[in-house]
Structure formats: C-alpha cells, structure tokens
C-alpha cells in the first residue's frame, strides 16, 4: 500500500473507540448476609459468568447493599447498614458516600445530574445533587416505597404496603397509580426502558414472574412465571436479568431472552450468599495519551522511512 493510503488508514485505527465490554455488576452479602453483618460486596464478571471479580469489599463502603444502579458512569448502592447511597467508578475504585442520610435506603436513582432514593420506614422519596448536597423531600407520605427510577420526565416507584407501581412528575407532582393490581408481593425492583415498564407481577394464582407493561400501565404481559423470591431487575436490549434463587436454595443471576423467553442462570452463588441489585452496562477502554503520542510518533517515521524509499526521479 502506498504511504500516503497507509498512514490515513492507520490514523484512523488509531482513533478508533475500542470495541464495548459489557459486563454483569451486582451486589452480595455473605455468607452470613447482611441482617447478621455479614460480608457484602460489589462484584463484576464477564456476561457469560466467567471472570469474577470483587470491586468494593471495605466494610466501611458497604455493609447491608439492597441493589444497585449505574449512572452518571458511576455505580450506585443504597446501604441499609450504613443509612447511606455510595457509589464508585466501574472498577470499584473511588467507593464515597453521596449523599450521607440517616435514612432507611430501600433503592436509588441516578438522573437529571441528581441521585434520588426512597427512605423506605420514612415513606419518603428524596433527592440531591451528584455531590450530595441540596438535599430535598420530593414526596413524603408515601406507603412504604422500595423501589424508585427517575426517567428525564417522570419518577416511578412502587409502595411495599400498597404493591403499587405509581409515577409523579419530577416535582413530585401529579401522582398517579399506573398498576394498581397484580404487582408482586415483593416489589423491590423494576426497569423503566423507552417503550415499557418491566417488573416483579404476579398471576391470579398469585405465582410471582416477570411482567412487562406499555409506560402507561396499559397491555400487561407476562414473559416469565416463576414461584421464586426476586430482588434486583436490568433490562438490555434482548433481555432481562434478575436476581432470584434456584432448586438448591442458591441465590443466582437469571437472563430471560426476549425473544425466545427462556431463562439462564448466568452465575450462582455460593452458599449462604445472597444477591441483590444487579446492573449490566457497557465498559469501554479508551487509549490513554502516551500510547496515542507514541502510535502517531511511529506513523510519522512509518511516512519518513517510505520517503525515503521513493526512486530517485531523473530531469
């Protein structure tokens, strides 16, 4: 190839974004759980199961984790033990408190440049800005709420006592029932994608599964029917994940396709341990500038040497 084709060509691999690496994150407690002050954990692993990872183990950043979100390319989880919303980048490095509560934190949301959350004992939905400050009650009065997701328009959440999933406006405004029946007995966690709501319903035999909705609570449909207890939901493109249990009693992270609707169990858990939110989300590796100087400084001797190389012209 000649030079002056070559070194485009090479420049433009150089600056070429590194292909996605998608990843499974969840939160875990045990053996012993959290109830008991236990161990818990951040951890991540590659989509098929393999290559686990612990992130964050500090007893101090984590302690009893109810799920766990991303936002803002952080990962965020609200800790009961701690009475506290932490979050770290998506190694696990830089675990901090934000924002420092004293509250009974159930779920949390990141959006809006905000991180909202639901003091469940509380009956309160609160938010503050990224760094913790601005601290506000944006409902209060609420049934014992457990799960809460913030969109650019709307929150949802859904009240433990009620088993409603319900929306406000950001302000707080405008609350409305959007499922008002059929919400499993345990709601503690649901996915709001930019066509519909997916979460944890149940049948008229009261079989707990997964169900998914149009955003206004209209067309339910249930993809998955299972008896078992369920803790934390994320929805990709083709599927959803959620942590749930096995026949042995084991807690595992579950895929259903859907468009086949099957289910996988991607990892289980050991013994005695207990998962709780999970998040599955892209990690890209960006060159840093040193290798960027040094691929550009031999693309320029690459051009010199061809040069070079040229024959010598004759007039």
């Known amino acids: 190839m000649p030079a002056r084709y070559l070194l485009p060509a090479l420049f433009s691999l150089a600056c070429a974004p590194a292909l996605a690496d998608t990843k499974i994150f969840w939160t875990q407690t045990g053996p012993g759980g959290y109830m008991t002050?236990?161990?818990?954990?951040v951890m991540s692993a590659d989509l098929d199961g393999t290559n686990i990872t612990t992130l964050v183990s500090d007893p101090g950043k984590i302690k009893g984790p109810n799920g766990l979100e991303f936002g803002a390319g952080d990962l965020y989880w609200p800790d009961q033990q701690l009475a506290a919303v932490y979050h770290a980048e998506m190694d696990g490095s830089l675990p901090a408190v934000t924002p420092n509560t004293s509250d009974n934190v159930y779920d949390v949301s990141v959006a809006n440049g905000k991180v909202y959350w639901v003091n469940g004992s509380g009956n309160k939905l609160k938010s503050a800005n990224l760094d913790g400050s601005g601290q506000v009650d944006v409902l209060t009065g609420l049934s014992f709420p457990v799960a809460v997701q913030a969109t650019s328009q709307y929150l949802y959440w859904t009240d433990y006592t009620t088993k409603k999933l319900r929306r406000a406006d950001l302000d707080g405004s405008n609350v409305i029932d959007l499922i008002a029946t059929g919400v499993d007995l345990s709601p503690f966690d649901f996915e709001v994608t930019d066509s519909h709501i997916y979460y944890f319903g149940r049948?008229?035999?009261?079989?707990?599964?997964?169900?998914r909705s149009d955003l206004d609570g209209?067309?339910?449909?249930?993809?998955?029917?299972?008896?078992?207890?369920?803790?934390?939901m994320d929805v990709t493109d083709d599927a959803v994940y959620w942590t749930t249990g096995n026949d042995d009693g084991r807690s595992v992270i579950a895929r259903l396709d859907l468009v086949s609707l099957s289910r996988t169990d991607v990892i289980t858990g050991a013994s005695g341990v207990s998962f709780h939110g999970v998040v599955v989300a892209n990690v890209s590796a960006v060159p840093e500038p040193e290798p960027y100087a040094l691929m550009l400084a031999g693309l320029g001797l690459v051009g010199l040497v061809a040069r070079r190389r040229q024959p010598l012209m004759l007039k």
Do not use: C, H, M, V
């Not at 067309?219 to 078992?228: G, H």
């Open 203 to 211: 049948n008229a035999s009261s079989y707990g599964g997964i169900w």
């Open 37 to 41: 002050f236990g161990p818990a954990y």
């Open 218 to 232: 209209g067309n339910r449909q249930e993809l998955y029917t299972d008896y078992r207890f369920k803790k934390g």
